[in-house]
């Protein structure tokens, strides 16, 4: 019986790999948002693509399914699509969280200066009232 | 009671140029208020602007491109209520003598922005170089079919704005090269734009903030935020009471 399930293991090592791959991906995301080194928000697409790693690797039906409804023949190849697909979104996330800090930094420089030139021009004035 | 005009000119790495353009700005009309947006110039521009005392002068802790800076100024203006701002550049090109001419339109409320344009009319003095003045015509034409204007010198820093445009602008300002987008801008938000011809000089001195291969880049940018600009919704605005 055990050496039934040890030979399985060993003939998909791949399968085996994947799963524990992804599943630290998943914990490691996990972790970060516990200590707060990630934000939720951000942390949703990590979520979201490791649960589908998590569930490809385990039910390999379900890959061969996906990898022939895109017209794949090798199942593993759809695997990489999905990863690289993955990668993209999160990719354009960080474009648009740049693009936003971006914006908010702009805001603050400009804020910053005016109120700089405001309180020169106070210190100013509280001088010339002193010396008069 | 008197309108004030705020003069906004932003200045990186200017310290050649700035103190005569305040000085001359001041010379021509002293109710004119000179505001200088140094944005986070390495060379000596701050002291230069502050040294003569007739301007106030904004530091941005750091460098925000010429669209971040005069944005700057519109919020400087907005705040502390001015009726009208003028964009004037730092590096001597434009002629204070010229500031009446543009605000005339928006004075007799023919318009709520008003362009200073090379191209309206042959004016003499400075043309610019002939693959500029190729550019400008694309811009020219864009404007026609975007926002069926007919403006002809896109990139023109010398305008005037009224209080509602400041108001606008102070929140809706493209940032890296913002002169031909903001034409588009306020096409599509309903502002009326005019232009005056006026007559320019070469810099006299500092470097142009586009040159040589990047020129390429500008146009492509420049072309991609007018589109861009030209498919977004109008924005809206709140009446000033």
Known sequence: MLANLLEYLLANRVQVFSIIGSLLLFLFILKLVKRKKLKEEYSLLWLAFGTIFIVLSIFKPLLEIVASIIGIVYAPAALLLILVISVFFILIQFSIVISKLAEGNKNLIQEVGILKAEIKKLQQSFKDRKTE | ?241
């Open chain 2, 1 to 241: 009671m008197n309108e004030q005009i705020l003069i906004i000119i932003p200045a990186y790495n200017e310290e050649k140029n700035i103190r005569n353009v305040i000085k001359s700005i001041k010379d021509f009309n002293a109710d004119y208020k000179c505001l200088v947006i140094n944005d986070g110039s390495r060379d000596n521009t701050q002291h230069e602007a502050e040294s003569n005392g007739l301007a106030t002068v904004i530091e941005l802790p750091s460098n925000l491109g010429i669209g971040g800076a005069v944005q700057t100024g519109f919020k400087y203006a907005l705040y502390e209520n001015f009726d009208y701002a003028i964009q004037f550049d730092g590096d001597g090109q434009h002629l204070a003598n010229e500031i009446p001419a543009i605000l005339a339109a928006l004075q007799n409320d023919k318009a709520d922005v008003c362009i200073g344009s090379r191209f309206v009319e042959k004016t003499f003095g400075f043309q610019s170089t002939f693959m500029r003045r190729i550019g400008i015509r694309i811009f020219s034409l864009m404007n026609l079919l975007l926002i069926r204007r007919k403006i002809t010198d896109s990139t023109s820093g010398f305008r005037a704005y009224n209080k509602e445009a400041i108001e606008f602008l102070a929140a809706n300002y493209p940032t890296d090269y913002p002169e031909p987008e903001t034409v588009i801008l306020l096409g599509k938000n309903d502002f009326r734009i005019c232009e005056v011809p006026v007559e320019m000089v070469e810099r006299q001195g500092g470097e142009s903030s586009i040159s040589g291969l990047k020129s390429a880049h500008y146009m492509i940018k420049v072309i991609l935020a007018m589109l861009m600009t030209a498919q977004r919704q109008k924005i809206r605005r709140i009446p000033i009471c």
